[in-house]
């Protein structure tokens, strides 16, 4: 089982950065990938940005250019770098991990820019 923690959302104004962490329980070498998701009240959970246990990073194409998947294996935490923010970009980002074809969700962080 993986349990995952995200934080560093908040409000930001349209043009500037965030940077979400998830830190999960275990070694996320051992994971299949990591993704973060995000979520708006009445919409499904869009995908946002995947990163495989290989490397291999997948993005929306409404944040390409914008956003950055990375990892620190040493600390066992995803991170997801907002830059150029936009008020399309609100809502509540959700950490996923993928392991032997089960999905274990983090609680989620708020995101919100606005002027």
């Known amino acids: 089982q993986v349990q995952l923690v995200e934080s560093g959302g908040g409000l930001v104004q349209p043009g500037g950065s965030l940077r979400l962490s998830c830190a999960a329980s275990r070694n996320i070498l051992r994971v299949d990938a990591m993704s973060w998701y995000r979520q708006v009240p009445g919409k499904e959970r869009e995908l946002v940005a995947s990163?495989?246990?290989?490397?291999?990073?997948t993005y929306a194409d409404s944040v390409k250019g914008r956003f950055t998947i990375s990892r620190d294996n040493a600390k066992n935490t995803v991170y997801l770098q907002l830059n150029n923010l936009k008020p399309e970009d609100t809502a509540v980002y959700y950490c996923k991990a993928l392991k032997s074809f089960t999905n274990y969700w983090g609680q989620g962080t708020q995101v919100t820019v606005s002027s």
């Open positions: 990163l495989t246990s290989g490397g291999s990073t």
